[in-house]
């Protein structure tokens, strides 16, 4: 028979379990039932910045990642923050920085961020739900 101790570290496994699987699980549950995604989804959109220079999103999930393609020239700079808009392009933790003509994939982890590039530039974006995933070589 079971002393009582060894059944309370039974039932503390198991509850941890329980813990880590609903941890695991959860922003799945929640991108169905407030953003009501497809294969990860959350948005896919084209523009063009306008006079402030700066685009943001805000969603009900959390973003795991966003693509984005800088459409302007090679000296434009896209910034991306994983923060709401602000007075003007931060730098440092947060940030990410998009050369013109080129794509990237920023991880995220937030449901709101915020690209800041050159009034009148076209940009394009993919948001997904998941983590960037690395490319095998």
């Known amino acids: 028979m ?6 309370e570290r039974a039932l503390g496994a198991e509850l941890l ?3 880590r699987h609903q ?3 959860q922003t799945e549950f929640l991108e169905r039932l407030a953003g009501q995604t497809v294969n990860h989804c959350l948005e896919v959109y084209s523009g063009t910045f306008d006079a402030t220079g700066q ?4 969603y009900q999930v959390a973003a795991g990642c966003v693509k984005v393609r800088n459409l302007g020239v090679a000296a434009n700079i896209i910034t991306v923050s994983s923060a709401g808009p602000g007075t003007g392009a931060p730098s440092g933790t947060g940030t ?3 050369p013109g003509g080129e794509t990237d994939v920023v991880p995220l982890a937030s449901r709101t961020f915020t690209l800041y590039g050159a009034a009148g530039d076209r940009f394009a974006i993919a948001v997904f739900t998941t983590a960037a995933q690395p490319v095998a070589s």
Request: hydrophobic fraction near 45%; proline fraction near 0%; aromatic fraction near 10%.
């Open 2 to 7: 079971a002393s009582a101790r060894e059944t």
């Open 17 to 19: 379990e329980a813990l």
């Open 23 to 25: 941890a695991q699980t």
């Open 55 to 58: 685009f943001t999103r805000e």
């Open 96 to 98: 990410f920085l998009i």
